[in-house]
């Protein structure tokens, strides 16, 4: 089934999906860090404090997501979706109104948690689970959304900043959360075909459990969980390292103020791209078998941003980060319900998220550390390019052990029979 025609057949669902991804924007770090001039001026903050406020804020939102994420699983999902998105509203009108900082570390919280959190979970969620022959392509095509927001949203928040400032900013984009997200997304999955039609047979052998409930305890008890876990954390870890520092890295090189933002844009379109070029790989191959593709792209974009310095090498470097990004987005969720299923899907993605997230909390938090004992951007670049070696090779090493594990259960029902 070609793209075009499976969109078609399934577009309420994907398009829900595409929706929620979108507008999980409004909790991303990209975002967010269009504001901070405004915060330090209008609470009395230096950037050091805003950056720890996010810090403690992101760390706080991913410790809430192993409870509220495994909601997914047990409340019917218009409802689900609904109050997420309320409260993400409201979340941002707390930013537009906020009178003290505490205020707007609340609502920081809250955007982190709602935004890059739930409202990411729901989308990838519901398009891995709702599909299982052409579960490469769903969540491909959900996580077009997130790079979509990437090239939309910085333009027209910077417009908006400039022409009716950042507090009503902010009350226009709860606005925009009430008056398009609320009731699209409540049309949208209320009126679509929920399943895909093979999803109520036998998953096919895709899945390595058919049936079962997996707690948590349980899940962090089975070694399958942190070979998935270590080859896919690294990927945010040092993605969000490499783009929050980007402007001492470009300081360093001597780029241009203008090689960043028009370099991110080709990342975008690049992590689109390839999210949706992995997809029917992962439907023709299995997530497993894909499961070192991401690291190797990251390592390639590593090595370019360590021994090249020229302006043309940032471009390189974030075309292939966007490569990296996208292949892993697309095979990250697909895994999950390779290896465990999608009965419980929410609830074991809530707890690889929380990681997931808690992990991008620490690079920034780490690469400030070491730049402020004095180590230059080199040698922590030098650093970080070793671990990605050693990394990719762990995702070989496990991905072996997934298939090797995947297969012994079939050996097993072999013998019996």
């Known amino acids: 089934m070609t793209y075009f025609s499976f969109f078609i057949k399934y577009r309420r669902i994907l398009a829900f999906s595409v929706l929620l991804a979108f507008f999980s924007s409004f909790g991303q770090t990209f975002l967010l860090s269009f504001y901070i001039p405004e915060f330090t001026v209008a609470f009395g903050l230096t950037e050091g404090q805003v950056g720890l406020m996010y810090g403690i804020a992101t760390v706080l939102s991913a410790l809430l997501l192993p409870w509220t994420g495994s909601r997914i699983d047990t409340t019917p999902l218009p409802g689900y979706t609904l109050t997420v998105t309320f409260a993400l509203a409201v979340a941002a009108l707390v930013v537009a109104v906020a009178p003290h900082w505490i205020f707007l570390f609340i609502a920081m919280v809250a955007l982190r948690h709602l935004g890059q959190g739930l409202c990411g979970h729901i989308a990838m969620t519901?398009?891995?689970?709702?599909?299982?022959?052409?579960?490469?392509?769903?969540?491909?095509?959900?996580?077009?959304?997130?790079?979509?927001?990437?090239?939309?949203?910085?333009?027209?928040?910077?417009?908006?900043?400039?022409?009716?400032g950042w507090?009503?900013?902010?009350?226009?984009?709860?606005?925009?959360?009430?008056?398009?997200?609320?009731?699209?997304?409540?049309?949208?999955?209320?009126?679509?075909?929920?399943?895909?039609?093979?999803?109520?047979?036998h998953e096919s052998g895709r899945s390595q459990e058919k049936s079962g409930t997996w707690r948590t305890r349980d899940l962090l008890t089975d070694f399958r969980f942190y070979?998935?876990?270590?080859?896919?954390?690294?990927?945010?870890?040092?993605?969000?390292?490499?783009?929050?520092?980007?402007?001492?890295?470009?300081d360093t090189r001597d780029w241009g103020s203008h090689v960043f933002p028009t370099a991110f844009a080709a990342f975008a379109v690049t992590r689109a791209l390839t999210a949706l070029w992995a997809g029917p790989w992962i439907d023709r191959l299995s997530a497993i078998r894909l499961l070192p593709a991401h690291m190797l792209f990251l390592l390639v974009s590593a090595g370019f941003l360590v021994f090249f310095h020229s302006e043309w090498s940032a471009y390189v470097y974030l075309v292939l980060l966007g490569m990296s990004m996208g292949a892993g987005q697309s095979v990250g969720m697909a895994v999950w319900a390779e290896v465990y299923g999608v009965e419980n899907l929410g609830a074991i993605r809530s707890v690889a998220s929380m990681v997931?997230?808690?992990?991008?909390?620490?690079?920034?938090?780490?690469?400030?550390?070491?730049?402020?004992?004095?180590?230059?951007?080199?040698?922590?670049?030098?650093?970080?390019?070793?671990?990605?070696?050693?990394?990719?090779?762990?995702?070989f090493f496990a991905a072996s052990m997934l298939l090797r594990a995947r297969q012994r259960p079939r050996r097993v029902a072999k013998e019996r029979s």
């Open 227 to 250: 070979l998935i876990l270590f080859a896919l954390v690294p990927l945010g870890f040092f993605s969000t390292g490499f783009i929050f520092y980007q402007a001492i890295i470009a």
């Open 167 to 201: 507090r009503l900013s902010w009350g226009l984009s709860a606005g925009v959360i009430v008056l398009i997200l609320a009731p699209a997304s409540w049309w949208l999955i209320r009126s679509s075909r929920l399943r895909e039609d093979a999803l109520t047979a």
């Open 126 to 164: 519901t398009s891995g689970r709702s599909f299982v022959e052409n579960r490469g392509k769903a969540v491909a095509i959900a996580g077009t959304g997130f790079p979509l927001g990437e090239m939309l949203l910085p333009t027209l928040i910077a417009l908006s900043i400039t022409a009716i």
């Open 356 to 395: 997931g997230v808690l992990s991008t909390a620490l690079a920034p938090l780490l690469f400030g550390v070491l730049l402020d004992l004095g180590i230059s951007v080199q040698a922590i670049l030098n650093a970080t390019l070793a671990l990605i070696v050693a990394l990719t090779a762990f995702s």
